[in-house]
């Protein structure tokens, strides 16, 4: 069985990567969210924090799941039979760091292939630092952030301050 592995920080989880989440839900028979534990990032959210976030976010989606990784994504797509990268693509900016990604994978484990998701046009603009920046400043945050998390969110940025 096919599984769709969508690494990312998810710092926070944003509307726009559940866009994303849905869709994959939709075109594959399970799908993996992994948090990537990355030692170039200071996360502003745990690793627990994050993944409790979409747990509750994806609650309802019964081919979803949640898991965490530290190491090489290439490491943690060898423990499924047939994995699949996703990725989404908000805009040009995007594309260079991702097709790098994507090929940098590839030519460590060439059976592994990363599959895009454009945008919805909705959430283009839409990215964890954004959502971040704004809720600093005390922006409402609930066009960008799920709303079963919108009050830990907005709080914990405000703690944070
Ligand atoms: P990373 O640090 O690996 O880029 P992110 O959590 O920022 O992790 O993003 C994970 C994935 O989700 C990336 O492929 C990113 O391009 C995608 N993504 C982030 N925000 C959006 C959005 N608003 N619409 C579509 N894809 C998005």
Do not use: W
Not at 69 to 92: C, I, K, M, S
Not at 106 to 122: G, V
Not at 129 to 151: H, N
């Amino acid at each position: 069985m096919t599984t769709a592995i969508y690494p990312g920080s998810f710092d926070p989880i944003t509307l726009g990567h559940l866009n994303i989440i849905r869709r994959a839900a939709s075109m594959f028979p399970q799908v993996v969210i992994c948090v990537m534990i990355n030692a170039n990032k200071t996360p502003m959210f745990t690793t627990t924090e994050r993944v409790e976030h979409i747990r509750k976010v994806v609650g309802r989606l019964p081919n979803v799941r949640v898991d965490t990784f530290d190491g090489l994504l290439v490491e943690y797509a060898d423990r499924f039979d047939h994995p699949v990268v996703v990725r989404g693509l908000r805009a040009v900016s995007d594309f260079e760091s991702e097709f790098q990604m994507a090929l940098i994978n590839k030519k460590m484990k060439p059976n592994l292939e990363t599959a895009f998701l454009a945008s919805s046009e909705k959430y283009t603009y839409l990215s964890s630092s954004m959502v971040k920046e704004m809720g600093r400043y005390g922006a409402d945050l609930s066009d960008f952030v799920p709303y079963e998390i919108l009050e830990d969110v907005v709080e914990r940025i405000r703690r944070n301050r």
